[in-house]
Structures are given as C-alpha cells and as structure tokens.
C-alpha cells in the first residue's frame, strides 16, 4: 500500500453485502465517463441520481472500502475511480485463455474494452482442425489438446469458457487441474467445480427467458 | 388454458420472490436436459441436487405456479418442461430486431437455440455503410435509419441492443416510442426506460469486474 491510499488492506468480501460488491462494477463505469467527460469532482448524490441508487447508498457502499470523499465537497472522481481500480483488482493485469474461438469467443476476443482494463487474452484454444492456427484479434488459436501444456508453462489467471455446453465440464476440470483459480463460463451449464475455483457466469440464454417470462406477465389478464 | 394443464393463469410475478423468478430459466434447462436424455420422471430430490438447491426449495418454487407432480412418483419430466416452457412464454415465438451487426451482434445473430425455443431476430440494424445489405446467418442488415420505419410496419416484441455504449439510449428511445415492450440490452449503460418497458441488462464486463474483484480478495493476505 502506498501512503496515499486511504483505504484498508484488507479482504473485502468477508461481511460485505454481496450487493455492495456486485455494484463496484457499476460505479467504475460511471466514474469511468465522468473521467472521460474530465469531470473533476462528483457528489455522492449526483453520482447516485446517476446510478440510480439512494444518495445513503452510495455513501454506506464506499464506506465499506475506507473513507472517501469529503463533506460538502464531494469525491475527487479521478481518485475515486483509482481507488476503485485497485479494488476490483485492476491495478495488476490478469492474464486469461479463450477455450472456443466460436462467434461469442471471437466476440470476447475482439473486446477492444479488455486489454485497456489489464484484462489479457494471451492466447484461444478450440478443437476445429479448420481454425487451429488463425488469429482471432491477432491472438492464435492452439489446439485445444494443447491446454494443459499451455497451462504449465505460463501463468494463467482466468479461463474463459465460450464452448458448446457439452465441452464446458471437461474445459473447466483442464483449467482447474493446471492451478488456474478464476472461470469466466459462457457455456449454458453450472459447472462442478472447487471452492475455492472462482467462477463467474454469464448465462445469456437465461436473461432471454426472464425477459420473455417477464413479457408474458404482461400479456396475462 | 386447455384442460390439461394445471398451473393458474395469474401474474405470477406478484408477490413470487425474485429468487424463484430467476430460477424458473434453470429448471428449464435442466429439464431440457433430462428430456433431451429420455428421462421420463424425476424427483424433486434428484432435480434438486443437480441444480445445487434444496429438494424444499425447488417444491417451494414450483408450488408458485400450482401443483406438479405426485408424492413418491415425482415429475413427469416432459410435462414438468411444458408448463415451464409456458409460463416462460415460450409458447408464443417472440420477433426481434438486432441494432447492431458488431461482433457480439452476430454472435447472437448466429446463436442456433434462439429459433427452437420461438425467438426470431426478423431483422438486424447498423449504421456502418459496409454492412447494410449484408446478411447475418440469413438475416438482412439494414441500415439504422429504417428501424422506425421497421418497427412501425412490423410487430417486434423485443429490441436487442448490441451497440457500443454511445448509440444505446438513442436505439432503445426509438424502440420505445415505437411500441416495443421489451429491450435485451448488452451495452454497457443503464438505460433510461419508461416503467412500462421491461429491460434485461446482460453486462459482460461487469461480470469480469466481479471475477477481477474476487479473485483479487483471495490475493490479499
């Protein structure tokens, strides 16, 4: 820690209300365009109008991570959005692998937002004969039976999973097997796997059933 | 209603905890799993502990849409699918229109399970000259200066946003004042909508915010 940050060392996410983490991501990005707009200082109540939180939210929220901001005048937003930074863990890069150079993989890999934010894909992985051996977003794509030496030989942080869901299980026990602690699943499947494997998924089917559920209830009498 | 079927016709999303909503995409899928197999019954038990909850909760969550199943014989597997599949909507094809033909875009645009399931993208929308008149996995790209037009000779159930964050308000206030009740938003802002409008929001990078955070707090000491 250097002597400027005023926030505490400490693992956040013991008696940190899932709800205060899972917005962490929603003040970076506001932060993020206020930055970009050069904005130089926020209040708490702006900022939360924007967000559309309660202005005591907010506060509570950051509270959590240490004292920021001051009465009456509000945040710093490049030093918020730092400090915000360094608690998602943005301050060092996280190096991750691709496994399915498929559309939504292809998608992933040209996400022009990853690399700015540390976020490296450093190489893709598939079972293709057809794709093996092309670039995607000039990242090359191995043969997949090349995951596990791959993964001995550098350090991966993240596994990104954007295969067909019969591949995901065996894609995940590969990454799990070689040390990697963090899963990105695309695959429509809840995988098995460690506790203490780390694993975020995004269900994109999912949220188009909820919205078409949620249509239908309008629709009922 | 025919008959045959057992659930009440209410709005069940009144007063059915947003826990349970948020599941019912699940046992969908693990019943489309379980029927992609032949399995004919299961028990709310086995169901259960595949999905990772409760054998109480699952009794629990399905109790909100009427009675299934039989003590000691557990669910028919098939009519278990249907009664979700129609309380999910599925039972009538959702039209959508794609705005925007980017990498994400066409993912979705080529994602097969949309058809079986009855989502239809009848048509994509961009602003790039390059890719007007193309197609996408059979679907013509227009140019964004037609959607209105699109929108007002078309029924179109759900808009799906898949532009870069600066272009995603102005195409959802088109949607909007054209009459389309759904958005399925991947940009990654917070859409200002009308009350009446139901929004899902599929944030990809938050989710990898998330996993940078927590994979972060397991670093810390």
Known sequence: MDGKSNFRNKNYS?????????RMPIYYRFLGDLANKEVERVSSRELAVKMGINPSQ??????????????GYGYRVNELLQEISRILG????LNMVLIGAGHLGTALAN?????????????????NPAKIGDFVSGILIHDIKELRQYLQSNLVDVGIIATPA????????????????GIWNFAPVSLKTPEEVIVENVHI???????????????LP
Chains 1, 2 share one sequence.
């Open 90 to 93: 943005l301050n060092q890069p």
């Open 166 to 181: 019969e591949f995901a299980q065996e894609a995940a026990n590969q990454l799990i097997e070689e040390g990697v602690k």
């Open 58 to 71: 907010l506060r509570q929220d950051l509270s959590y991570f240490g004292s920021f901001g001051q009465q």
């Open 111 to 127: 996400y022009e937002n990853f690399g700015r934010r540390g976020f490296v894909i450093t190489a893709i992985f598939d079972n």
């Open 205 to 219: 089917s999912e949220s188009l059933l909820l919205l078409s559920f949620k249509l239908q209830q309008k629709r």
């Open 14 to 22: 013991e008696g940190i209300p899932y709800a205060t983490i899972k």
